[in-house]
């Protein structure tokens, strides 16, 4: 069965530096999705992506963010310059069409924890 | 405001015996209701979704969840659980209306425990 899979499962950094997630979606999907849980706290969106951009982005995504779907396999999330609030795990989601319908596909995750 | 709430952080319940796991929801307009499951070191598994139709939704594993429209809640059911249940759901509404339309809405997870 065909299944998200996200590098690294962890990551530590120091405050300020730049990190680098990396998602391989499953192959046939179009739309891709990047969700947060910061520890003992609700999974939420972060940034949705279609076609080469971002289709809507929440409240949290703001300059630090950025994604990228630099070949037709990854899809990557960077954070510039990351910050303590930013421990936390990430999730890589897809979907084959963008419908309420359609189901999220989500990857095991990737713990980053921010020193 | 979208919101999910799941009441219980934990629920407890003997091999062999029904288990439900509560989630109850806020959201404008029609609902789009899911049921995702976590294993430790895995990602979020979908178990089953609400769209229209029946209240009574089947999915993986043998469980079941009820739309209950007037009570706003879709509890996660199943007769007869077992050990290997063990882990962390985690339900998830998706409004039908609105610039929102890919997010997801999460409650905070239910680990639930099956002893033996």
């Known amino acids: ?115 | 405001a979208q919101s999910v709430a799941q009441p219980e952080d934990q629920v407890n319940v003997a091999e062999g015996n029904p288990l439900t796991v509560k989630c109850t929801y806020s959201v404008s307009g029609n609902p789009y209701l899911f049921w995702y499951v976590q294993y430790p070191n895995r990602g979020l598994q979908f178990l089953l979704k609400y769209i229209t139709g029946d209240n009574l939704v089947k999915g993986s594993y043998g469980f079941e969840a009820e739309f209950n429209k007037s009570q706003t809640s879709f509890h996660l059911k199943k007769p007869s659980a077992l050990v290997s249940d063990s882990a962390l759901y985690f339900c998830a509404v998706r409004p039908y209306r609105g610039s929102t339309l890919g997010r997801l809405y999460f409650g905070r997870g239910t680990q639930l425990t099956v002893w033996p």
């Not at chain 1, 940034?47 to 982005?57: L, P, R």
């Open chain 1, 1 to 115: 069965e065909p299944e998200v899979t996200q590098t690294p499962s962890h990551q530590v950094t120091q405050m300020g530096q730049e990190v680098i997630l990396r998602c391989v979606p499953i192959s046939n999907h179009l739309y891709f999705y990047w969700y947060r849980q910061i520890l003992g706290q609700k999974v939420e969106f972060l940034v949705s992506f279609y076609n080469n951009e971002i289709s809507e982005k929440s409240e949290i995504f703001d300059d630090q963010f950025s994604v990228e779907r630099p070949d037709g396999s990854n899809f990557t999330l960077k954070i510039r310059s990351t910050k303590l609030e930013d421990s936390a795990m990430y999730f890589c989601a897809s979907s084959e069409v963008l419908a309420v319908a359609d189901t999220q596909y989500f990857g095991p995750g990737t713990r980053l924890t921010v020193l």
